[in-house]
């Protein structure tokens, strides 16, 4: 946390169970999470959490949505004071459109597992959340190439670029926020 920014790193695995309900946080971070937006000054805010809140492959729930509702749920009131949440869990490069009050939610989670190129789906499961169509990490022979992301602060201001990991990094995608 400086003047400008301030990082915020959630906890979503600690309620993560495998075949399990979607994840949620803990009552006490989302207290703690609001007290820090709604307290955060001039502060601009970024999340950076394991778990997505929504996905264009992921359903959850028994209703096999297209979010998690357990999070959303918690998050909902918060989501417009949020400048990006970065989160992983897909071990892809995603950029979404605004949805769901969230004006950017970036899956940069394809850094270290393999993913074989064909394990991805060619048509998203879930066609209602919006993302960016150009932005696709290239399959390599056999596994999709890895990704990642540099954010540059400059006082208020703030540059992401979002790079595939082949020809010593090639960037995909460039925001300014």
């Known amino acids: 946390r400086n003047a400008d920014w301030q990082l915020i790193g959630l906890d979503t695995a600690l309620h993560d169970q495998l075949g ?11 207290a703690w999470l609001r007290d820090k937006i709604e307290n955060s000054g001039n502060r601009r805010t970024v999340l950076m959490s394991h778990h997505q809140l ?3 492959n992921e359903q959850f729930g028994d209703q096999k949505k297209g979010y ?3 999070l959303h749920a918690q998050l909902a009131e918060l ?3 949020v400048d990006l949440w970065l989160w992983g869990h897909e071990h892809d490069l995603v950029i979404f459109g605004e949805y769901m009050g969230l004006k950017r939610g970036r899956c940069i989670g394809g850094s270290a597992f393999p993913v074989g190129k064909y394990e991805m789906p060619q048509t998203p499961k879930n066609p209602d959340v919006p993302y960016n169509k150009q932005v696709v990490l290239n399959k390599g022979s056999a596994f999709y190439q890895h990704c990642y992301a540099i954010m540059k602060l400059n006082g208020r201001g703030a540059t992401v670029d979002y790079y595939e990991d082949s020809d010593g ?3 995909l995608f460039s925001e300014v926020i």
């Open 20 to 30: 399990g309900p979607p994840t949620t946080l803990e009552p006490s971070e989302v």
């Open 54 to 56: 929504f996905s264009t």
């Open 68 to 70: 998690n509702p357990l």
């Open 79 to 81: 989501l417009s004071l």
């Open 169 to 171: 990094g090639r960037r």
